[in-house]
């Protein structure tokens, strides 16, 4: 496997772990967590798609870090502490 299969790779099972947690009920999907987990996978999976020049994913992957990063923001506006 190259290094691009790595990191796309690594990012997809991150995403799915996140998917599996949520499902089983182990993560909600407004945690932290889930969050992050969904942020480093799609930004990883996003950097395999740019790699391998695959317009589709790079879109989708796009679209789900920007979703992610917007998810975050939200969580830490609204868990600050005073």
């Not at 599996?20 to 799609?42: E, M, P, Q």
Request: charged content about 10%.
């Amino acid at each position: 496997m190259t290094q691009t299969d790595w990191i796309g790779f690594i990012g997809v099972t991150i995403l799915l772990v996140a998917f599996f947690l949520n499902l089983k009920n182990f993560i909600d999907r407004g945690s932290l967590v889930y969050l992050v987990l969904n942020t480093v996978g799609a930004a990883l999976a996003c950097v395999a798609s740019v790699l391998l020049e695959y317009w589709p994913f790079i879109i989708l992957e796009g679209c789900w870090t920007i979703i992610s990063v917007i998810g975050l923001l939200n969580y830490f506006l609204h868990h600050r502490r005073y």
